[in-house]
Structures are given as C-alpha cells and as structure tokens.
T-cell receptor
Framework: GQSLEQPSEVTAVEGAIVQINCTYQ??????LSWYQQHDGGAPTFLSY????GLEETGRFSSFLSRSDSYGYLLLQELQMKDSASYFC???????????FGKGTTLSVSS | DSGVTQTPKHLITATGQRVTLRCSPR?????VYWYQQSLDQGLQFLIQ???????AKGNILERFSAQQFPDLHSELNLSSLELGDSALYFC?????????????FGSGTQLSVL
C-alpha cells in the first residue's frame, strides 16, 4: 500500500522561507503531488514532480528525490494568505487515484 | 471555481438514516473521485469512477456506495449513518489528458450526523 509522512504543523513569519517535507512508502511510484487547502475550502493543486529535481512555480517550489523516497514543498516570501494546510500525495498502486498524506498546517504570522 | 459542482453544501441528519451526495464533474472530465475528510483522518480516498465504471476502491465502508451515470455525474450514497460518518465529503474530477495527479475538487458537502 501507500503511506506518507509529513509534519503536522509548521509556523513561520511573513517574508520567511519554509520547507514542508514528505516521505513516502509505496508499492508503485509515479510521482509526488502537492495540494493546498485553506480552512473550510477545497484542496487545490500546486505541483507535481515525476522526476528527481526541483520544479519552481512562482514563490512555490517542489523537490523530489526518488532514491530517498522524499520530497518537499518550499514556500518563499511567505504571506499571510499562505496560511493553509498542505498535502503531499502519491498515486495508488494501479496509478489511478491519489492517496494523500495527513497534511501539514502552516501558520504564518506578522 | 474548479468547475466541479457538489450538492448539497450542508447536510444534517440523524443516526441510522440514509443520504445521497451529488457531484457533477468539470465539462469533459470522465473520472470522478470521492474523498472523505475528517479531523483525525485527513483526506481519505473512497472510490473512483471512470466513464461510468468503477475503477478503484479505497477505504470505503460497505454501508457506502457510489455510481456514475451516463451524463457523468456521480452520487455517493451513505446508509445506516453513524456519528463517526460526520465529515466533509469531497468530489473531484480529472482531465482525460491531464493525468490523475491533478485533481479538481468541488467545494464539498459537510455532513453532520446527530
């Protein structure tokens, strides 16, 4: 089966940089996805890494190391609106549906 | 707005009852996924349909069932409800060309079982 581990909470101040780690164990691996969910809202897609390395999208970057079964989401120039839960996710063994980690709650203070 | 529509937004019912949650995927999307989100369990994958056929099953209880209709909308039926079924239920869809890694979620149905 699939299991993902990520910290439950992270705190930071505005303007700072924060890294949210995710380690995974899967019986078949296709890639690592990241989603953001604001309180009371729906999860929204942030990024997907199928290959090793860093993918950058504006203030957010995502990294994957397949050999270490590890990835992270890097958020730069933090803003108050970045306060949300962040989920890493991998596809199930059949490659048809996403399985999510339990999420990391990021709190950004001024 | 993701383009995925879920109804109702809120549902309050009693233990032992049965409810139906409805989802319309984005135009052109063939896959529909159902997820349950509770405080202690995170986002749990329940079931996936693709073009009317069940494609994958997750942690879906036997009391729960789903189907996808010819117009591609989907319904999740929850029966013999228990207090522990209180949760936020999300539906998501994915593009046939975009891959299953990028899901578009509806705004969810908040189910409260009293």
């Amino acid at each position: 089966g699939q299991s993902l581990e990520q910290p439950s909470e992270v705190t930071a101040v505005e303007g700072a940089i924060v890294q949210i780690n995710c380690t995974y164990q899967t019986s078949g691996f296709y890639g690592l996805s990241w989603y953001q969910q604001h309180d009371g809202g729906a999860p929204t897609f942030l990024s997907y890494n199928a290959l090793d390395g860093l993918e950058e999208t504006g203030r957010f970057s995502s990294f994957l190391s397949r050999s270490d079964s590890y990835g992270y989401l890097l958020l730069q120039e933090l803003q108050m609106k970045d306060s949300a839960s962040y989920f890493c996710a991998v596809l199930n063994q059949a490659g048809t549906a996403l399985i999510f980690g339990k999420g990391t709650t990021l709190s950004v203070s001024s | 707005d993701s383009g995925v529509t879920q109804t109702p937004k809120h549902l309050i019912t009693a233990t032992g009852q049965r409810v139906t949650l409805r989802c319309s995927p984005r135009s052109g999307d063939l896959s529909v996924y159902w997820y349950q989100q509770s405080l202690d369990q995170g986002l749990q994958f329940l079931i996936q349909y693709y073009n009317g056929e069940e494609r994958a099953k997750g942690n879906i209880l036997e009391r729960f069932s789903a189907q996808q209709f010819p117009d591609l909308h989907s319904e999740l039926n929850l029966s013999s409800l228990e207090l522990g079924d209180s949760a936020l239920y999300f539906c998501a869809s994915s593009s046939p060309s975009g891959g299953q890694e990028k899901l578009f979620f509806g705004s969810g149905t908040q189910l409260s079982v009293l």
